[in-house]
């Protein structure tokens, strides 16, 4: 049996969301017309991400009956987690929109499934009153996480250690390697730690998100 190939640096990394938020009551048209802005969030003159902003993009989409999808149209992943937690701030307390009206008390439910690019690589995201967390049900072998990271903005979803974190970080793995983990990788996957995470924004994942958080500014 032949294993397809590999996701290459170049080719990105797509992440697939099933499942939706619930948002009781459900969000206005007004909401649902300030939630598409997020798309394309704010910028400074000079082109740099707005400050106090979770990403470049967020990746929600409201749903027909006033919740909130990730569409599977995302070239990449984006800090899901993150823009969701921003999102109910927002909404509690209006902030960036500077529009009273984007303001509401509303409760948000769901759980989302992430499958990534990698086949180790799976997630749940969970919403429950007032409260959101990443539940990894799994990571991608170390060569494959170690990609994933690269292509990757800092999340939550994406704060956990690897087991085989020894190893240490290379460029390039040898191909006896590959096929050593990779069955692993798609059978059964590597247990995180922790295996869950609670999600804030804004973050506090220490001196993970400040290494990590520099990428950014190259992420046009
Ligand atoms: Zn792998």
């Known amino acids: 049996m032949s294993l397809p190939p590999l996701p290459s640096r170049s080719m990105g990394y797509h992440t697939t969301f099933t499942g939706t938020v619930t948002v009781d009551p459900p969000l206005s048209p007004r909401q649902r017309g300030w939630i598409a802005t997020l798309w394309s969030p704010p910028r400074y003159p000079d082109g740099s991400l707005a400050l106090g902003y979770p990403g470049w993009s967020s990746p929600w989409v409201p749903t027909a009956e006033g919740g909130l999808h990730i569409p599977d149209s995302m070239d990449r992943p984006r800090q899901a987690p993150e823009w969701l937690a921003w999102i109910a701030n927002e909404l509690h307390e209006p902030i960036f ?48 996480w170690l990609d994933v990271q690269w292509l990757v903005p800092p999340s939550a979803a994406y704060a956990f250690a690897h087991p085989e974190e020894h190893r240490g970080a290379r460029a390039e793995f040898t191909e006896e390697e590959r096929d050593r983990d990779e069955p692993h990788c798609r059978a059964a996957a590597w247990a995180p730690q922790p295996r869950w995470r609670r999600v804030y924004w804004p973050p506090r994942f220490g001196d993970w998100w400040a290494e990590h958080v520099a990428s950014l500014d190259s992420d046009p």
């Open 97 to 144: 929109s500077r529009d009273p009206e984007i303001g509401g008390t509303h409760t948000m439910t769901g759980r989302l499934r992430a499958q990534g690019g990698c086949e180790g690589d799976k997630y749940e995201l969970r919403v429950t009153s007032g409260r959101i967390s990443v539940h990894r049900k799994g990571l991608p072998c170390w060569p494959c």
